[in-house]
């Protein structure tokens, strides 16, 4: 990690990098904002009192980055205006070193958190982009139980719905045998989603029953079970089918002319399934799937 110290009392920048330098980190100094303003670090020591400079600038420049404040008196220009520009803390001088040392753990901790979010929310929306589910997310009353041919098309719903609600999710599979001390120790304002409820005995599903009660989730179900809860059925014959699922022949070829099709001519297509061509347009017959010119 690169420490950019920007200050322009030369002996207090120095004792500040030396101190670093011991921790284990990079630094190097700066003593105006305009000679900063080329720099490459991972966080920032920002002098607020550098005579006639003005801070926004660098601030508006690396606000991505982990900027300190170093204030010797706090006041709108010190403080206030810079943290509204995008700076994310502030030290009083004089400090501790040890003091500034858990500001900068605990922002890149944070960084890094931040950066880990991104990953899995990117990743989970590519994985789920092309699921369509037919109801109105938005419209959703929660609590409530969704049955379901394919536990993805519940996915697609709870991380839909904790987007548009903004609400902190906790997943907690109930095929784990600590299901139960998670629901226990999940914070107070988090919105559950538990899935497979079909994997539970009628005493576990009842235990279970007890222990949601009050809080905000979605339960998401296989099999139809009567619960206290409002329950709704979600169901695709287009789905992308689970490893370790064996499927019927005409599922089998139900699902790969639904999603195939488009990808492949007739002739191809019929070769993949080992079909002639006439068997093909009997099957769409069958089935009702008729393509589009």
Known sequence: MKIIIIENELYLAQSISAKLLEGGYDTEIFSSIKEAMQSDGDVYLLSTTLPGQSCGPLISRFK?????????????????????????????????????????????????????????????????????????????????????????????VVFSYVDIHRKPLSFIPLAEKNWKAKIISSPPDSFLYLSELQLLKKLEREQLFELIAGHDFILSTTSDFETPFEMIELRTESKLYDQNEILTIDDYVKFIVNNFQYKFPDTELSKKLGISRKSLWEKRKKYGIFKKK
Request: proline share 4%; glycine share 2%.
């Open 64 to 156: 991505e980055k982990i900027i300190i404040l170093m204030v010797s008196y706090i006041n709108n220009d010190t403080v206030s205006i810079p943290l509204q520009q995008g700076a994310k803390d502030y030290i009083v001088k004089p400090f501790m070193i040890e003091e500034l040392q858990r500001k900068i753990e605990h922002y890149r901790k944070y960084q890094e958190l931040k950066q880990q979010n991104r990953f899995y929310a990117d990743y989970t929306q590519s994985l789920l982009k092309d699921i369509a589910v037919n109801i109105n997310v938005e419209k959703i009353n929660t609590p409530i139980v969704i049955l379901t041919n394919y536990p993805r098309l519940v996915d697609k």
